[in-house]
């Protein structure tokens, strides 16, 4: 059976934002092409997707200084989920900059 939660994720941040579709479409491809996890993807994807929720913005429309402070305020969060989904929030921003060809770095 397949977990339905991780797409309504996304499917809200597309809504919220729409071009967040075309790089959901774009991340995909670079997996593929790739030949990366597709559950990794699936994993940034659905963080990225919180991420896009939270701000109502793509993280390429956003100061970098104020990512830093959400992604701190994620880790100090005690309601937080697991280490492993910070984590993940990271890595997936990382390798969303990274792949679309943007410089930003992140502190963490």
């Known amino acids: 059976m397949r977990k339905k939660s991780g797409f309504t994720i996304v ?20 997996v593929t092409l790739r030949g990366q996890s597709k559950s990794t993807l699936q994993n940034y994807i659905r963080r990225i997707a919180l991420f896009v929720i939270e701000f109502e ?39 969303y900059y990274r792949l679309l060809g943007m410089n930003k770095s992140l502190c963490l």
């Open 11 to 30: 499917e809200q941040a597309i809504t919220l934002v729409p071009e967040f579709e075309k790089v959901v479409l774009k991340l995909e491809q670079q």
């Open 57 to 95: 913005k793509l993280p390429e429309q956003i100061d970098p200084e104020e990512i830093n402070e959400y992604l701190v305020a994620l880790a100090r969060d005690p309601k937080s989920p697991s280490r492993s989904s910070f984590k993940h929030m990271v890595y997936g921003l990382r390798y």
